[in-house]
């Protein structure tokens, strides 16, 4: 007896020629694979906006005051000047400070800027809390004695809401050693990284010989987020919104529940997305780890609705990441992360698509103050794993005829950004990738889109390695005087990129696109306006090269 559940998934290859000869004359030169492809929830997701996030840049840490006692003789005349109490430097190092006192009438203020000398010379040395005194002494032997503390942490307070892993993050300063600036300054920056929390000051005081560092920590317990634009496609969208919430301090003290959400608000059948992720610290050098996953569904309109396809994306993953440098001028992460990936899309209820990936990702990403700007970069190998259920090449319904989900592929991505002169700045980016075979359509990289090729779609174009490129000027104009706008920044830009695929396979190029805009802010709300003109090749949408006009209105809360 024939098994009619068997046959079915045969007729997807048919189903796909037939349809494709039926497509509208402005899909036929791209194909029907890149409009399921900008239906795929997985693609659809990479092109969520980037969330602002406050800089986290450490207060300023105040010294204690240089001190000399009142009775100390002056006038005298010091044949030699002697350093005790360095524990860790040796007398030597001193001794260009104190030489230029050596040998002359020294007054009051000769005596403070002798210690001063003294103190800065443990300072340079990354001694942040380092003071010399000068005590009451007999000097008939012409030795004059300056007392150095190096500024070791006895006790660390901590001031504003409780909260137990900023006290262990800080507790990792006390020590019989004195305190280095580079110490001290890794640790107020992974206090400002436990989620919610900012440093609002930090001092250091001396009590009977005791240091303790006080430090002023504020907390938000939630943060929203909601955008509206229309960078969606005619099959998804174009408008579309998206919603973040995160919450703070659930189970314990450092964790964090984020929720994302995106949909298409005036065709709420095209396109529905939502992730969650929880975050919990893991020990007391800011490592943490998080638990995530996420569902979508697309049902896409234009071209494709009569075709009635529909997709689903699911994903879940665990991810661990520990800062292995934290500092203000460069810091570095590392992380690993296992993630699992299924999606499917049909058409007239027929199975078009089932990919099912495993991937292990190892990555570096970190920022660096470089050639008078800062550099921003993030660097990823992802392998896919050999596991039972996943796609293999020659599968009936791959995404791509070639494709596996076992591989090897490196993703680069580079962001430098430098003030020129005055309010004018520049932006490099670049992102690029390597894959070791070809790959699903998921894990391909895309041309087109909000990040490289503005004036297209996103995926206009794909294939498994590619370089992209963006270079924007920027002029702030805004948040000055009586200025209705806080923030007002005009810009102007040229992006895109080539990709291909391995083994000659279709779907790659090159696109090219050229424009400008405007962004603007008040208090917790911004927006933009871009216009964006294809250069090299026709849209997707429109068949042309007609430019394309982007919105874009968000608020904090």
């Known amino acids: 007896m024939p098994s009619a559940p068997r046959s079915r998934p045969f007729l997807a290859p048919v189903v796909v020629l037939a349809t494709a000869s039926l497509w509208p004359s402005a899909g036929i030169a791209q194909s029907p694979r890149s409009a399921l492809d900008r239906a795929d929830p997985s693609i659809v997701v990479k092109t969520l906006p980037p ?14 005051p240089q001190a000399i006692r009142a009775d100390v003789t002056v006038g005298l005349t010091a044949r030699t000047i002697s350093v005790g109490g360095n524990e860790t430097l040796p007398a030597a190092a001193f001794t260009g400070a104190t030489a230029p006192f050596v040998g002359r009438r020294l007054s009051a203020d000769d005596l403070r800027a002798l210690a001063r000398a003294v103190a800065d010379v443990a300072r340079r040395q990354g001694y942040l809390f380092a003071t010399a005194s000068i005590e009451a002494q007999p000097v008939a032997d012409g030795t004059l004695r300056v007392t ?3 500024g070791r942490i006895d006790a660390v307070r901590t ?10 993050l800080l507790a990792t300063l006390v020590s019989p050693r004195p305190a280095s600036q580079p110490a001290v300054e890794r640790a107020l920056l992974l206090v400002g ?11 250091y005081v001396r009590e009977d010989g005791f240091g303790i560092l006080f430090v002023t920590i504020a907390q938000d317990r939630a943060f929203g987020y909601v955008q509206v634009d229309n960078r969606g496609s005619d099959e998804v969208g174009p408008i579309r919104s998206t919603t973040l919430l995160n919450v703070r301090g659930v189970l314990t003290d450092g964790d964090e529940i984020g929720l994302i959400g995106l949909q298409t608000p005036a065709q709420p059948r095209e396109f529905a997305f939502i992730g969650g992720r929880y975050t919990l610290p893991v020990d007391s050098r800011g490592g943490t780890l998080s638990l995530s996953g996420s569902y979508g569904r697309s ?21 661990l990441a520990r800062p292995l440098v934290r500092s203000r001028s460069h810091s570095l992460w590392v992380d690993a992360a296992v993630r699992w990936l299924k999606v499917d899309q049909s058409l007239r209820a027929i199975p078009l698509r089932n990919d099912e990936v495993t991937s292990l990702t190892v990555g570096l990403n970190g920022n660096s103050r470089l050639a008078g700007g800062v550099l921003r970069g993030d660097l990823d190998i992802v392998a896919g794993l050999p596991l039972p259920g996943v796609t293999h090449e020659g599968d009936r319904l791959t995404s791509r005829a070639d494709g596996d989900a076992r591989f090897v592929l490196g993703v680069l991505s580079l962001d430098w950004t430098r003030p020129i002169v005055g309010p004018l700045s520049l932006r490099l980016a670049s992102t690029g990738q390597l894959a070791s075979r070809p790959l699903l359509a998921s894990l391909e990289i895309g041309a087109g889109g909000p990040s490289f090729g503005r004036a297209y779609d996103y995926s206009e174009r794909t294939g498994d390695r590619g370089i992209l490129g963006s270079a924007e000027v920027r002029l702030d104009v805004a948040g000055k005087g009586d200025s209705f706008l806080s923030r007002m920044q005009i810009f102007g830009f040229v992006d895109g990129g ?3 695929n391995l083994r000659r396979g279709t779907g790659g190029g090159s696109l090219i696109s050229a424009g400008g805009g405007v962004r603007i802010g008040r208090g917790v709300v911004d927006g933009g306006v871009e216009i964006a003109v294809p250069l090299n090749s026709d849209r997707f949408d429109t068949a042309d090269r007609r430019p394309r006009i982007s919105t874009r209105l968000s608020a904090r809360f």
């Open 299 to 319: 049902h896409p309109g234009a071209e494709l609705r009569a075709f009635d396809v529909i997709g689903h994306s699911t994903d879940a993953a665990i991810a």
């Open 148 to 150: 150095l503390d190096e």
């Open 498 to 500: 080539y990709v291909d």
């Open 51 to 64: 969330v602002p996030s406050r800089p986290n840049v450490p207060a300023t840490t105040s010294p204690p």
């Open 193 to 203: 990284d436990v989620p919610g929390v900012r440093v609002e000051s930090s001092r």
């Open 159 to 168: 001031l504003g809401p409780r909260n137990a892993v900023v006290d262990r």
